[in-house]
């Protein structure tokens, strides 16, 4: 599967943000979906996941309750929903995909074999 992240972009502090990941391929019902991000001179970091049918999501608790993973298997499409944003949020955001699941969260970003290019979020104070 092919991944590609789109929407990033500069807001505020406290502002919404939707980042989208197309995928190609007709399995991608087949794939957990997750995002992670990676701020400068940081290691990447897991953000959220979804399981195959948007069933289950699974979220860092730095973004519980502001974030909100979902999927569209139909249009092969994941998306973040980002609402009240910080500056902490700032980094460059991928998505990924795995097939075989070795944790149900999947936050380890080892679990996954395929990323999309990343898109970037900057949230300024």
């Known amino acids: 599967v092919q991944l590609q992240a789109s929407g990033g972009g500069l807001v505020q502090a406290g502002d919404a943000l939707r980042v989208s990941c197309a995928a190609s391929?007709?399995?991608?019902?087949?794939?957990?979906m997750g995002w992670f991000r990676q701020a400068p001179g940081a290691e990447r970091e897991f953000v959220a996941s979804?399981?195959?049918?948007?069933?289950?999501?699974y979220y860092t608790d730095s973004v519980k309750g502001r974030f909100t993973i979902s999927r569209d298997n139909a249009k092969n499409m994941v998306y973040l929903q980002m609402n009240s944003l910080k500056p902490e949020d700032t980094a460059v955001y991928y998505c990924?995909?795995?097939?075989?699941?070795?944790?149900?969260?999947?936050?380890?970003?080892?679990?996954?074999?395929?990323w999309g290019q990343g898109t970037l979020v900057t949230v300024s104070s």
């Open positions: 391929g007709r399995a991608f019902s087949t794939y957990t």
């Open positions: 990924a995909a795995r097939q075989f699941v070795r944790s149900p969260s999947g936050h380890d970003p080892s679990e996954y074999g395929y």
């Open positions: 979804i399981t195959r049918l948007g069933g289950n999501t």
